[in-house]
């Protein structure tokens, strides 16, 4: 297998939305959960997403596992790795956006890297080096107040710079609209200065079609799914990815079983599609405290309760809960341990119902997704249609438990519906 573009993910559910946006611009895309064995029999395609689980864990850890998957990345001719990082800039100081952006570049010889987490499809926009959400800076947005990283800086040029060695530039809007050659010379600029990344401001898709265009040209790039489209449609402008009819129905062959959605994000979106769907499907609100005092018994209590109800239709169990809850529980607990451990609990419940017939499975939450992922030990999935920007429906490929159907929903993507939406496409 020989590849166009590489990615590696820093989540599974940031994975499925890069892999959705590729396939959806020309590219055959396969999204694998880490590097595959060798035996793992992967389709012909012109893009691979590596999904890893490192946005929240020690920077050095991040940087080995991205190094490990850039090799292996290129190993299969990436000539271009994007590390894809969340539309909205999920971080600490400490990392790992940074750290992992300056070791890809170092492994690739060194140069100066473009960033952008610009997404307009779902609102991302960054003007001046300032993150939006839906309109709102990033500060002011529903980020906030996130379990594991709360973003309080919209100023990306800064945020990056608190978790970089190298000083940062940014590459302005009046530089991306006079197209490629000007976010060239500006970018040629910033690496004589010394920046080891540059954040470019994008607001629309073709500020994204004139940074791919730039970025393809060089070997290493970090951002959101609309870099991903800027890269892709550049590919396919350069006639290395020949024009075909680009199929995923196929992927969304009935798989039957039982459906549940397991619900572990608390951001707004998701608390607002579980109010939505709480008046017309049964849904399970855990405790969370008892997920960290008394797990195994509020774990069994949970699969008593969908035992009894799976056989009818799809059922809902869900961790999440307000901020104001989520900072409360914290307080006593850790913010670490806290989210660890439900994960650890939400990811055992999702096994437990597939152990118990459940063969399509939505999974609300990127941490939560990279958990319930993990202990399922699913190799890989092949990208189906799309259910709402940045989500699509999943088909395992070489899954122990046989085929199955998934949706990996990013905390804050998807309508009201999203729920019903997507169990109506996984039959
Ligand atoms: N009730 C709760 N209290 C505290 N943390 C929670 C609660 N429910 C879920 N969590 C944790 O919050 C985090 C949510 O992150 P994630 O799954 O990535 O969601 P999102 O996609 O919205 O960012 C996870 O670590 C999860 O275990
Ligand atoms: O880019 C995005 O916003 C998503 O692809 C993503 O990474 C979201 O992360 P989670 O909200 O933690 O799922």
Redesign the pocket.
Known sequence: MTILLGSIAD?Y?GASDLANTLTKNGLRTVQTVGIPDPSLPLPDVDAVVVSLKI??VAAGEAVAAAGTAERWLRGRGAMHVLYKICSTF?STDKGNIGPVTEALAELAGGGIVLVTPAFPETGRTVYLGHLFVNGQPLDESPLKD???NPMHDANLVRVMARQSRGAIGLIDLSAVAAGPDAVKARLDALRADGASAAIADAVFDRDLETLGEVTLRTPVSSGASGLGLGLARALVRSGRVPSRVSGTADAIRPVGGHAAVIA????NA?LRQLAIAEQAMPVLR?D?ER?LTAAPDEISAALSWAEARMEAGPIIIA???TPE??SE??SRYGREI??????AA?SAIAAELVARGARRLVV????????AVDKLAIPAFLIGPEIAPGVPVLRTVGNPQGDMLLAL????FGGDDFFAAALAMMR
Request: a negative charge; one cysteine or more.
């Open positions: 989540d559910t946005r929240s999920d996130h379990p594991l572990g994000s608390c951001s998701t855990l969370p997920l961790a999440s809960t809850a989520v529980l914290q806290s989210g660890r451990a439900i994960e939400t609300a939450g990127g941490e939560t997704s990279g958990a929903k990013s905390g804050n």
